[in-house]
């Protein structure tokens, strides 16, 4: 059985096409496995991960509302 190859949050959201913050949301979630290491995030590129997908909703709310310069509060 071979071993699941561990990339960065950073790499896990370019191949996913979503935000970095998508990501470590869906590891608090536990959508997918990942684990921090000092400072950062690494993501365990097993099946979970192959079969998670970003909500696009929320991609598109995120990136409009950081377009726009808008703050939310």
């Known amino acids: ?3 699941a190859t ?3 949050s950073n790499e896990a959201a370019q191949l996913k096409a979503c ?3 998508a990501i470590l949301d869906a ?3 536990g959508a ?3 684990q921090k290491v ?3 995030f690494l993501v365990r590129k097993n099946g979970k991960f192959e079969r998670w997908q970003p909500n696009p909703r929320s991609q598109k709310a995120g990136r409009e509302g ?3 310069g808008r ?3």
């Open 1 to 3: 059985m071979p071993l």
């Open 6 to 8: 561990l990339i960065s």
């Open 19 to 21: 935000t970095r913050q």
């Open 27 to 29: 590891i608090e979630r």
């Open 32 to 34: 997918i496995d990942g």
């Open 38 to 40: 000092g400072r950062n």
């Open 66 to 68: 950081h377009r726009s």
């Open 71 to 73: 703050r939310k509060g």
